[in-house]
């Protein structure tokens, strides 16, 4: 008798209750402590993935052990698990309550600041009103902080939010006694500002603003980070809505319009020009011109025929086409794609932010300092309330209101200026990665290109006119709907004017068309087109056609009387201002690589064309991470830019995404950052900011601790009034707040100083 292997089992599972990295940390360790478990837990996108061995009900272990550490788990959907077109309901907005709390809470907690802090606002009975005010944003606006606090103390932890709660709740107690025990109370009690150093027995103050205001600035914080997580998930359902949702099915000779649901592998279905392509199959009658832009992201139409694999979400930009199905729901290529920005997302490390990390330490020591400073106090024989006075001031000079500013101020000054850039940063987990990447991977089309087709050369035949084979052929093409036919027709149109309008026009599929303009019977399409009309070509014009086909551009022949007149060649065009952007990647010391699916030799012309060295040709969409991931095995840290549907996986795989704003909302949602223009020149706008930004947190962080960290031994000696902490705190704000001004004043690369202006 033999005994199996246990299989190896994996799954995801969505972490719910996390406020800090230092609760990711606790539930990994949790995991991990089981037996033949494996788990990584990211804090950013809130999912744990879990490798394991055992029988499907070890998946209720692990939620189980999750619950346990006081946070939720449980099994997500897939992207792709549900039918291809079937809808995807609207969730609610978790925000939602986050910010009518913070609305609330900032509403009531502005009057009692500003009381608190100008004497001249101080009337007769402003404490009580003070009270009245501060006493709905302790209870009820600081109640996350609170349960969360509670919760930290029953599994004998602290974080961030115990030290907010404990802060606040002291510095409302305390006032709480100086008002109705101490002379805080008495009508015309006025808080002067009195800087000398003394110890108090502190019964006349109260610091209500205190527990009112950083309550109120935390929350804050809070939503700026909820907010920035809450559209991460949105990549993915925007990729699944890019599917049809309706399909003509043919059933018995009839078209009988059904949910994409309701499709069967081996149905047959129709689709008309201009309709989505319901899902994969293969053509069964009917030939066309197939925008694969969405996915493929190459402006190229594919011509297909019978016989041809056509995918689901594509576009039918010609001719009626009748598919049978061979995939449907989560086994279609947008499926597995939709699957590929999940794991790439997941696959992030966890970027812990900086308040968090250092929290982890200076958290437990200030509350030890503030529990110390009591215990020492008392123990001297000092008065009880000169050593609760002491104690009070510890834990408000140590309560991180700026910590809670540094992020979110910076932030909100950093993404407004980027903004007016038309640059905008997703959230403060995003900048940490600027800092770091030193290599930038360009997608070509509609990134380094224009990304859509245009006449690109004219070759006329020996003693043709240039301008009669542009009238004649652009007047057949403008009567087509061929997206190459367009290219034609503009170009002509911008050369030499007014087209006329031909007769007898027919479209011959697959090669090109025909017809008759100002009396002459003209043809224009594929080589072979003009052969069967007898219309050899000439060495010249031969040679046009072999030049612009080995550099991967559309050659489209003119013919007429007998003759093959010209060549016209069509192809997407580089973006005016890509070679100066690749120049100012260099600058930021970044090594730029063009990564396209076109062929070898459009991808060096093009490269050649900008200044890029490196290039990564023929690549098929689901490769694309592929490559970006290799090239993060190799040590490099990575920035993508993009802005199509397959390159969505590769902008959430790669360290940095930057994904520009004249592409896909799958690309857009996918990217790190969005470029609102399609100047390539913003990416470059985009690090710096990006790392300006960065820094200015820094900078904050570091003086908000530095602050803290200077402050707590002359509160615990016991020469801190709380209400002096109080003002020093506000000033620390103040600082951080001014600090984060300056990214007001950021320039691009391309704006001139201010000085060298007109």
């Not at 809505?241 to 081996?266: C, H, I, Q």
């Amino acid at each position: 008798m033999t005994t199996s292997r246990t299989q190896e089992r994996s799954v995801e599972l969505a972490i719910g209750g996390m406020t800090c990295a230092a609760c990711a940390n606790r539930v990994e360790k949790r995991l991990n402590k089981l037996d033949g478990v494996t788990a990584s837990v990211n804090f950013a996108t809130e999912k744990a993935r879990v490798s394991f061995e055992g029988e499907p009900t070890a998946v209720e272990e692990l939620v189980a052990q999750v619950e346990k550490a006081g946070y939720t788990a449980t099994v997500p959907e897939k992207p792709g698990d549900r039918e291809g077109g079937a809808e995807i309901a609207e969730e609610p907005d978790p925000t939602r309550a986050l910010r009518h709390r913070v609305i609330v809470s900032l509403a009531l907690s502005v009057p009692v600041i500003a009381m608190a802090m100008v004497p001249a606002l101080q009337f007769t009975y402003w404490q009580w009103a003070s009270l009245a005010l501060a006493a709905p944003v302790m209870v009820w606006g600081a109640l996350p902080f609170h349960v969360s606090a509670w919760k930290n103390l029953k599994l004998g932890t602290a974080t961030m939010d115990t030290l907010v709660s404990l802060g606040v709740t002291a510095a409302f107690l305390w006032s709480l006694y100086a008002l109705f025990l101490g002379t805080a109370g008495t009508p015309g009690m006025v808080h002067s500002f009195e800087f000398t150093i003394a110890r108090t027995d502190g019964s006349g103050n109260i610091y209500l603003e205190v527990a009112a205001g950083v309550t109120s600035f935390i929350l804050l914080g809070k939503y700026v980070e909820a907010r920035s997580k809450r559209r991460a998930g949105t990549a993915l359902r925007a990729l699944l809505e890019l599917g049809a949702k309706e399909v003509a099915v043919l059933r018995d000779g009839r078209e009988e319009l059904v949910p994409v649901d309701r499709l069967a592998v081996g149905d047959l279905f129709v689709v008309r020009p201009g309709e989505k392509i319901a899902t994969d199959g293969t053509v069964e009658t009917g030939t066309s011109a197939v925008d694969m832009s969405m996915l493929t992201g190459e402006s190229v139409p594919v011509e297909v025929a019978p016989g041809s694999a056509v995918v689901g979400a594509t576009v039918n930009a010609g001719g009626r086409l009748v598919v049978r199905a061979s995939r449907i729901g989560s086994d279609t290529q947008l499926a597995q794609m939709a699957r590929l920005v999940e794991d790439a997302q997941n696959g992030k490390a966890a970027v812990q932010r900086l308040a968090d990390r250092v929290s982890g330490v200076f958290v437990p020591v200030a509350i030890m300092i503030a529990v110390g400073t009591l215990g020492f106090w008392l123990g001297t024989g000092e008065p009880a309330a000169a050593a609760f006075t002491a104690a009070v001031a510890v834990l408000i000079i140590a309560c991180p209101c700026a910590l809670g500013l540094a992020t979110p101020m910076a932030l909100m000054m950093g993404t407004g200026r980027g903004a007016q850039l038309g640059i905008l940063i997703k959230g403060p987990e995003v900048l940490e990665s600027t800092r770091r990447i030193d290599t930038v991977v360009l997608d070509k089309t509609g990134t380094v290109t224009t990304g859509a087709m245009a006449l690109a050369a004219v070759t006329a035949a020996r003693g043709q006119d240039e301008d009669e084979l542009l009238r004649l052929a652009g007047a057949l093409e403008n009567a087509s709907e061929h997206p190459v036919a367009r290219a034609i027709a503009t170009g002509a149109a911008e050369r030499v004017g007014a087209l006329p309008v031909p007769e007898d026009f027919a479209n011959i599929e697959g090669l090109g068309v025909q017809g008759v303009v100002d009396g002459r019977a003209v043809v224009v399409g594929r080589v072979a087109l003009l052969q069967e009309w007898s219309q050899d070509l000439p060495e010249e014009l031969a040679d046009a056609v072999g030049a612009a086909e080995a550099q991967g551009r559309t050659a489209v022949v003119a013919g007429w009387d007998g003759r093959a007149r010209g060549v016209l060649v069509v192809s997407d065009t580089v973006k005016p201002t890509s070679a100066e952007a690749v120049r100012y990647f260099r600058d930021l010391g970044l090594v730029p690589i063009l990564l396209t699916g076109d062929n070898k030799a459009v991808a060096r012309a093009v490269a050649d064309e900008v200044g890029i060295e490196e290039v990564v040709a023929e690549v098929l969409p689901q490769d694309k991470v592929d490559v970006v991931a290799r090239l993060q095995a190799e040590g490099r840290v990575v920035a993508m830019v993009g802005d199509g549907v397959n390159d969505a996986a590769a902008l959430a795989q790669a360290d940095l995404g930057l994904s520009m704003g004249t592409g896909t909302d799958v690309a857009i949602e996918a990217g790190d950052l969005t470029l609102v223009r399609g100047d390539l020149r913003a990416a470059a706008d985009a690090v710096r900011l990006s790392r300006r930004t960065l820094a200015t947190i820094r900078g904050n962080l570091f003086w908000a601790f530095a602050y803290n960290a200077a402050a707590l031994p002359i509160a615990a000696a016991g020469l801190l009034n709380p209400m002096l902490a109080g003002a020093a705190m506000a000033m620390s704000s103040v600082f951080v707040v001014t600090n984060s001004q300056r990214l007001r004043r950021f320039r691009p690369l391309t704006e001139p100083a201010p000085r060298d202006r007109p």
